[in-house]
């Protein structure tokens, strides 16, 4: 009999994340090793809280490899597989397409479109796509066309200040948004209520709601008690390494409700 699981695909740290794409930080060391085992430890996260974890191997050619949200869009309708903002990263897609192929619909993203799944927040059926420096109008016109058959309604939020929209909102629960308002304007997103960020943690919006849990940056302690005082119980990791590479935790998986 066929049943349901949530599917979470990774990607290997590449041995060349050194040289991944920056915007906002400085260059720092990225300890390889250390980067290697937070990663296992997000892993095991995302199977604690009832996904079947399958991890893509990744090149010395694509050192931003780790980082597949940004290259796929998944609803349980269909696939959007993206054309990321950073050229370095289109080397990417080809190993997204393939593992997603099995389990839904693609639809590609075209030329001039550019979109970052970074950019991409999915609430129900409402859409947020982030215009950045990723993430273009064309792609957000693509997209709108390719999911409104499908009832989801696409809402352009400019950002500012940030790499991506998750940077700045991202859902820790049905109707309740984790938000850093310096780098979005909170009016484009009515209808939820908003827990902010600790002002001195800007960095703190990105958390990666799955089944029942909330998968969180060990990095951010004020924020967390934030979120713990309304409600939220989050299961906290130590992301520092993937950080230096301008990553968080939504960027790291792909999840999506797969037949088992
Ligand atoms: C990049 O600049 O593309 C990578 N270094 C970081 C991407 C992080 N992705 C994400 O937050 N969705």
Not at 38 to 53: F, I, K, P, S, T
Not at 102 to 114: K, N
Not at 150 to 167: D, E, F, P
Request: one cysteine or more; aromatic letters at 4%; glycine letters at 6%.
């Amino acid at each position: 009999m066929i049943g349901h699981v949530l599917a979470a695909i990774t990607r290997d740290i590449s041995p060349a994340m050194a040289s991944c794409e920056l915007t906002h930080l400085p260059r720092t060391p990225i300890d390889l090793d250390r980067a290697r085992a937070q990663h296992r430890d997000y892993e095991r996260a995302l199977a604690e809280a009832g996904c079947r974890v399958e991890r893509l191997p990744a090149g010395p050619d694509m050192p931003d490899a780790v980082f597949v949200e940004d290259i796929a869009i998944v609803l349980d309708e269909l696939a959007i597989i993206t054309r990321p903002g950073a050229e370095s990263r289109r080397v990417e897609v080809p190993a997204l397409a393939a593992a997603l192929e099995p389990h839904r619909r693609l639809r590609f993203i075209a030329a001039p479109g550019t979109v970052d799944g970074g950019d991409v927040l999915v609430c129900g059926r409402r859409m947020f796509v982030g215009v950045s420096s990723r993430t273009n109008a064309e792609a957000i016109a693509e997209i709108r066309q390719i999911v409104a058959p499908h009832g989801y309604t696409v809402c352009a939020v400019r950002v500012r200040g940030c790499l991506h929209l998750k940077s700045a909102v991202t859902a820790v629960g049905d109707d309740t948004l984790l938000v850093n308002p310096q780098w979005i304007a909170t009016e484009s997103l009515g209808g939820f209520r908003f827990i902010e960020v600790d002002p001195a943690e800007p960095a703190a919006a990105n958390a990666l709601r799955v089944g029942d849990a909330v998968i969180y940056p060990s990095a951010f302690p004020r924020t967390a008690e934030r979120l713990a005082r309304s409600g939220v119980k989050l299961r906290t990791i130590d992301a520092s390494e993937v950080a230096k590479a301008e990553g968080a935790v939504t960027c790291c998986s792909v999840i999506f409700e797969a037949e088992s």
